[in-house]
Each structure stands twice: as C-alpha cells, then as structure tokens.
C-alpha cells in the first residue's frame, strides 16, 4: 500500500478513549456510535496481494451483544413506546434477537424470539442463556414469503385479536429505524475512521438495513463510492443473516432495501464463505462469521478494478458458528 494511503487511515490508538475511567449504568450505553467506533482492520498482503488495493474489515463482532444488530436492536427500541404487560416478539436467525434479547432484559422485557429451524445451535442457545422464549419455526433462513414462518408466525401473533395487543413486534423486516441507525452511526464512523478516503463499500444484504443505511450517507458524501452488495448464491443456503434477492418479486423484496444505492450485487456459494472465513483467521488471526467470509471473498475475487480502497462489513464473529464451520475444515 502506498505511503499516502497509509497516512490517510485513522489509528485508532490514536483516539481519545470515551469509555476511559467511567462506569456505566447499563451495558446498553456501550452500543456504538460515532464517538465510540467499532474498529477497523486491514488485510495484510497474505490475504490481499494487491498492493494498490486497500481492504478494511469493519468488527461489528466486537459490539457488546457481538453483531452488527446492536445498532438497529438500539434504535427501534427507542422508537417503541412499550406498554408495562406488553411483551416484545420478533422473528430472527439469530443477532437481532441475541441484540433485542439483551436489551430487552436490561430495561425489564419480556421477549419472544420465532427462530427458523436452520438458524445455528450457538445463536438459540445464547438466546436461552439470555431468557428469551424461542418459537422455534419450521422455516428457511432465506424464505421467499414473508407472510409464512417465523415472519408469519409473529405477524400472527402481533395481529390477533385473541392476543388483545399483548405482543409487540419492532419488525426489523420493514421498520426504517432499522436503516437509520446505520445511516446515523455506522456510516458517519466509516467516513470518519477513512477520512473520507473509501472507494468501495462491501455488505452483504439480509434485511436490507446495513447496506440502505451506509450506502445512503456514504453516498451523500461522494457519490463515487461504489456500494456492492453481497447475497447467497442459491436460496438454500447457510449463510445466516443473509437472502438472495436475485430473481424475487417485487412484493416480497424487502422493504427497507433500496436497490437504487446497489452499483453491484455479488453471488457467493457456501463454501466460498466458509473458506474465506477460515483462510481470514489463519492469515490475519481474525475470527469472522460466514457472513463476513462471503463479503471478503466477493471483494477480493470481484471484478473491479483493485485500487483505492474498500471497507468491509464484518457483521459478527466466528464464536456463533463453530458447529458450522466444522463442516469445511
């Protein structure tokens, strides 16, 4: 990498610690935000031969609840105005409701969580360890209608009238406050940490929040960035968090996705993840989700040209995934 780009990245070291001899109130007040960044980390020349070409992986693994659903578990709370007998439900493969599901237990909560069957041991049972009740819901990680599953199953119970408003749903699927904590927090970090130095801007699409959110301010600051898109090669997939868009009508496109902001949309198989997940830990010691292998395959193998610089999204880490990784090793 070349000398001017080197100077132009953030150390981080560098920064004023705001946590720095303070004590919280709750582990909530940790969630990220411009003045309290996730970190960033560059890949090496053993993972990245191009010399010209700059990759950052953004750790959202190392949010307090461990993902990137930190930031959008924050903000539709505080969007919600909760009645004291109500109980929050929603429908997740895993990081949004490990996210709810602490938060939840942090201002007193209930909460019910629909899992699809295919989301990974690890995630049910951080959700055991955290109290929440599991639906557990004979469904796909990547299903085509939203109104069936644990989508339908929670749509069911938010909407019945047996139920009397009992259930409360922050409905991460079409909720646009899902969108506007990465357009208020993790965007403006990634301007910040690159001083405004970014290429190319690299994640993968589930509901649509991260990549809609980013892209938008990213977008308003140059609208040169590129902002690639990363989904499943096939619809039955492993790749937790995340859909295939390609091929779905419009109807059960996801809402809050804006496909205006998309300059490329990659397809990547499993076993493209997982091997770029294992390959990042053993070349770099970073220990990343599939997710976060699928974005890195897709940046380094993409066909663009490789210069400037590119941030990746690394939306959780390799500890919610070790059952399935065992699978490609």
Not at 11 to 31: C, F, G, K, M, T
Not at 287 to 303: Q, R, S
């Amino acid at each position: 990498m070349s000398a001017q780009l080197q100077e132009k990245v953030v150390d981080l070291h560098d920064v004023p610690d705001q946590r720095e001899n303070h004590v919280y109130d709750s582990i909530v007040e940790l969630a990220p935000s411009p003045d309290n960044p996730t970190p960033m980390v560059r890949l090496s020349d053993r993972s990245n031969p191009q010399a010209d070409y700059d990759v950052l992986l953004k750790l959202e693994g190392m949010n307090p609840f461990g993902s990137i659903k930190d930031r959008t578990a924050l903000y539709m709370l505080q969007g919600m105005q909760l009645e004291a007998d109500q109980i929050l439900v929603e429908p997740s493969a895993g990081n949004t409701g490990v996210a709810l599901a602490a938060m939840a237990n942090a201002q007193d909560t209930r909460i019910e969580i629909a899992v699809p069957d295919g989301a990974p041991e690890e995630q049910k049972t951080l959700l055991r360890i955290l109290g929440a009740e599991l639906i557990e819901v004979d469904d796909e990680l990547c299903p085509v209608f939203p109104s069936e599953g644990a989508r339908g199953v929670v749509k069911s119970m938010v909407e019945s009238e047996a139920y009397g408003g009992k259930y409360v749903s922050p409905n991460q699927y079409e909720n646009e406050l899902n969108a506007e904590a990465h357009y208020r927090t993790t965007g403006p970090e990634i301007w910040q940490q690159t001083n405004g130095e970014i290429d190319y801007f690299f994640a993968g699409i589930g509901t649509g929040g991260t990549i809609s959110g980013v892209g938008r301010y990213l977008k308003e600051k140059n609208p040169n960035i590129k902002i690639i898109g990363v989904e499943p090669a096939s619809r039955q997939h492993r790749l937790s968090g995340l859909k295939r868009v390609t091929g779905l009508p419009d109807e059960h496109y996801p809402k809050i996705l804006d496909p205006k902001l998309l300059d490329g949309l990659i397809s990547v198989t499993d076993e493209e993840a997982f091997k770029a997940g294992i390959e990042v830990a053993r070349k770099e010691g970073v220990m990343v989700g599939p997710t976060t292998g699928a974005v890195l395959h897709a940046a380094l193998h993409a066909d663009i040209p490789k210069h400037g610089r590119a941030v990746l999204i690394s939306a959780d880490n390799a500890a919610k995934y070790v059952s399935a990784y065992r699978d490609y090793l």
